[in-house]
């Protein structure tokens, strides 16, 4: 996970998108006389196009068969990076009329390094599945028919949108996830790995930062009353462990509470990273026959029930955090504690497994 120390910013506002033919417009030159929207960034075109009255679900936009430009004004000087955590799905980036970078898979973050002197526009260019793909060819050991068009087993992205009957006819195009621009003039923490085990009744969780240059500080992680000063491993790592005498177990809310602590990481008093962990043991029951299959959380066998997990906005992919606190207690009040996220749609957001973990919902990612 790549976290921003503060001072990055996200670039939420605005944006606005258009439509128009695939290959009508290469650069962001050529844009001009384009009939852009104002938008939200993250989200998707189809979003864009519903909420200005532009959408008919019996004749909707062909996007796959489209290129969709978004673009936002961004200003500054000196060093800094952007950050794009997904884009779906064939992407150019430029500043101003420059390409920065291309990306093929919605699930991978890009990055790219640029120098501001002032104002600039920054363009992405999502190409039509055509131009995306043309040139990938191979023999196919099976032709996938509920998803369309059968293209899409060369490109990492989602079948969303390209199943008929199972979902709506809005493919997922766009900057779905969010946008940064950050200074690269300070250290900034490029990586927080944390692992939570027990041992005995403690708690004991395993810290690693990783910055993109040597902090001028020590890093700290504290959880309660408890915290520790992590041990430097070279000029821009470091790790250690936190112990957390007789922890409160995590459980499925089945079987007991979903109990959490809050880990913040901090660098000379301020905080720069915070999650919430819990503890608790997994283990795979066989069975008096060696031949089953069975989960045990914290020694109890837990009978796993639940259904698939299909996202509450499969148009613009994100999460209301009204709406999933609304799925989740109903999904408690239901007797869920097992979740399914199906590989057909799009790795959930990060509030989404929060949810889970304070809900005490167990998840079976594909």
Request: glycine share 10%; net charge negative; aromatic share 8%.
């Amino acid at each position: 996970m790549n976290v921003a120390l503060p001072g990055a910013k996200s670039l939420d506002a605005g944006w606005r998108m258009a439509v128009c033919d695939a290959g009508a417009a290469t650069l962001p030159s050529a844009t001009a006389d384009l009939d852009w929207l104002p938008t939200r960034v993250p989200g998707t075109a189809a979003q864009a196009l519903i909420e200005a009255g532009r959408w008919d679900w019996g004749n909707p936009v062909p996007l796959d068969a489209s290129d969709v430009w978004y673009e936002c004004a961004i200003a500054g000087h000196g060093a800094h990076r952007l950050s794009f955590d997904g884009l779906a799905t064939f992407a150019s980036v430029f500043l101003d009329d420059v390409l920065l970078l291309q990306s093929d898979n919605m699930f991978v973050p890009r990055h790219a390094d640029v120098t501001l002197a002032g104002s600039h526009r920054l363009s992405i260019r999502f190409r039509s599945i055509a131009d995306g793909v043309a040139g990938r060819k191979g023999r196919a050991r099976w032709r996938p028919r509920m998803i369309q068009p059968s293209e899409l087993r060369f490109v990492r992205t989602s079948a969303l949108g390209r199943m008929p009957g199972f979902a709506p006819p809005a493919p997922p195009v766009g900057p779905w996830r969010g946008v940064r621009l950050e200074s690269l003039e300070a250290a900034r923490l490029l990586e927080c790995v944390v692992a939570a085990r027990l041992d005995g009744d403690d708690g004991v969780i395993e810290a690693r930062l990783r910055f993109d240059r040597a902090p001028h500080a020590t890093p700290m992680i504290s959880c309660g009353e408890a915290q520790v000063a992590l041990a430097r491993a070279s000029d821009m790592e470091f790790s250690g462990e936190l112990r957390i005498a007789g922890a409160r177990r995590w459980a499925p809310h089945t079987h007991g509470r979903p109990d959490l602590y809050d880990l913040v990481a901090s660098l000379d008093g301020v905080e720069i990273d915070r999650r919430r962990i819990g503890f608790r043991t997994i283990e795979i029951d066989r069975g008096a026959d060696g031949e089953g299959f069975g989960l045990r959380i914290n020694g109890q066998h837990v009978f796993c029930r639940g259904a698939v997990w299909t996202q509450i906005d499969p148009v613009g992919l994100q999460n209301d955090p009204a709406a999933l606190a609304r799925a989740m207690a109903l999904a408690v009040e239901a007797g869920v504690n097992m979740f399914r996220v199906g590989g057909t749609g799009v790795y959930e957001t990060n509030e989404f497994y929060q949810a889970c973990d304070a809900a005490g919902i167990l998840v079976w990612q594909d």
